[in-house]
């Protein structure tokens, strides 16, 4: 019996769940994952052939998944998406805002320019904050809501050479703490992931000392791939973890422990 109670907690069947940059690498990952254990998804990106040929495989495989265009740079974007989405699904319980540009790699930060820091700062801060705001009203309602911001490890190490994406990343910790109390009125959490360094078509720009840097500082010395991040995330946003909220999670190996 408990541990048919346990189970019954951590499913997420049936579970509507919206998520962000879902077309490739982390976010493909995670609506993958979700699918298969049974939540309905819908997911949106600016990359719009990618992101309609995930949803025609998944849906080939009797999975309710759905792409829709969605552009974090554009607040009319977030609102017609999460409209959608809602509307689709009938509700929305879940949100996962993993969408996010870099565009800062490489450079150090007085080679950064104002475009490019405005550019991150828009799609990975202010996108985020109006997502979530964007979804409220459907996760208040669901009355198990959750949202999973996908923040990044470089924040808590101080990853040089990167300031504009740790910067984003750095706010959107803070953005979790202050979202899980004024949600919380709500019954709605809110947490965040720390990946590591993952192998992902998006990190391929990361140079190879980068790469090794990592493998020699994890605890777990392999490399991270995406299945590492989705299984964290999962727990986060099924009812095992209800009274879980305002927390982050570093997932990196053991990079950075906290």
Not at 23 to 43: I, P
Not at 125 to 141: I, K
Not at 210 to 236: I, K, M, N, T, W
Request: charged content about 15%; some cysteine; overall charge negative.
């Amino acid at each position: 019996m408990h541990d048919a109670t346990l189970a019954a907690q951590a499913s997420l069947v049936g579970r509507r769940v919206i998520v962000t940059g879902g077309a490739r690498g982390l976010g493909a990952a995670f609506v993958t994952a979700l699918v298969q254990a049974g939540a309905r998804v819908t997911f949106g990106d600016v990359l719009h052939e990618a992101g309609e040929a995930l949803a025609k495989s998944l849906a080939a495989d009797g999975h309710d998944a759905a792409f829709a265009p969605l552009d974090l740079a554009q607040p009319e974007s977030i609102t017609a998406f999460v409209d959608g989405a809602a509307q689709r699904m009938g509700g929305v319980d879940a949100l996962i805002n993993n969408a996010a540009i870099t565009n800062s790699g490489g450079k150090f930060a007085d080679e950064i320019s104002v475009a490019t820091w405005d550019a991150v700062m828009d799609v990975n801060v202010r996108g985020t904050w109006l997502m979530c705001a964007a979804a409220q009203r459907w996760l208040r309602e669901s009355g198990r809501g959750a949202i999973v911001n996908i923040a990044s490890d470089t924040a808590l190490w101080g990853a040089p050479k990167l300031l504009a994406y740790v910067a984003s990343k750095g706010a959107v910790i803070a953005m979790t703490h202050s979202l899980a109390r004024e949600f919380g009125a709500d019954g709605v959490t809110v947490n965040a992931i720390a990946p590591g360094l993952t192998e992902v078509e998006a990190t391929a720009y990361v140079p190879a000392e980068r790469h090794a840097y990592y493998l020699e500082g994890r605890a777990l010395q392999r490399a991270q791939v995406p299945e590492d991040v989705s299984g964290p995330v999962l727990f986060l946003l099924s009812d095992a973890a209800r009274f879980v909220t305002g927390q982050l999670l570093p997932v990196n190996g053991g990079f950075v422990m906290n």
